[in-house]
């Protein structure tokens, strides 16, 4: 019987140093994390399946790495700037999410929208998110060149100049080392396959999960389970 009670007696003092561990000040349980990833056709995953799309591939690939995470896509085919602007207080309106990814201006400059309309949606869009306390992360955009010298030298320092500005988590281009490789694109030559959406969330994951990882320590919202 006394070898029984130590064994009690360790088992015992084992749960009670978890359970001291677990309620110590300054520990913090890690979190599901809810991100709101606003885009166009680029971030809904256009011609692939939901689970195939960025939100899709990022989610997967951020709890490979332990992370509990919901990304909801938020992405319209189509969308301008000024579309995601006139639906942004919907998306806004429901349970507040933890972080937001914003990409947003592509159909703009395909469609030749004036860049300082373009700045004018997107800063309204940031501010909407701020106010509401939501850190984001802006994901940049690029004209094609084709539109000329004049539009890309306008449009392309939208993007940089508000994360500068408003002190937003900044990824510079979106489709970075994908529009620039036919194999990585589909038919159209505009949208990423699923290779590419993988080359895509593989370089921007650098610069998510530290924004996850600390939203993580940090309490859930009031409400909250």
Do not use: C
């Not at 749960?15 to 056709?41: E, N, T, Y």
């Not at 939100?55 to 319209?76: F, M």
């Not at 159209?188 to 396959?193: E, K, M, N, Q, S």
């Amino acid at each position: 019987m006394v070898g029984l009670d130590k064994r009690y007696h360790a088992a015992g003092a084992a749960f009670l140093g978890v359970l001291l561990l677990l309620l110590a000040p300054g520990i913090a349980m890690a979190r599901q994390v809810h991100i709101l990833a606003i885009g166009d056709s680029l971030m809904a995953g256009y011609g692939l399946m939901e689970s195939d799309s960025p939100t899709g591939q990022l989610e997967t690939l951020l709890k490979a790495k332990g992370h509990d995470v919901v990304i909801e896509n938020a992405g319209v085919s189509g969308d301008t700037t000024r579309m995601g602007l006139d639906r942004i207080d919907w998306l806004l309106s429901g349970e507040k999410p933890d972080m937001a990814i914003l990409e947003l201006g592509a159909n703009d400059a395909l469609r030749g929208v004036p860049p300082e309309e373009t700045r004018k949606n997107l800063t309204a869009m940031i501010e909407k998110l701020k106010a509401k306390g939501i850190p984001t992360l802006l994901a940049g955009m690029k004209a094609p060149r084709n539109m000329g010298k004049g539009y890309v030298a306008k449009f392309d320092p939208i993007y940089p100049e508000l994360a500068k500005k408003y002190d937003l988590v900044f990824y510079p281009f979106f489709m970075e080392d994908v529009i620039d490789n036919p194999h990585l694109l589909q038919y159209d030559g505009r949208h990423p396959t699923y290779q590419g959406v993988k080359v895509i969330v593989d370089k921007m994951l650098p610069v998510v999960e530290p924004m996850v990882a600390e939203l993580e320590k940090t309490p859930p919202p009031a409400g909250a389970d």
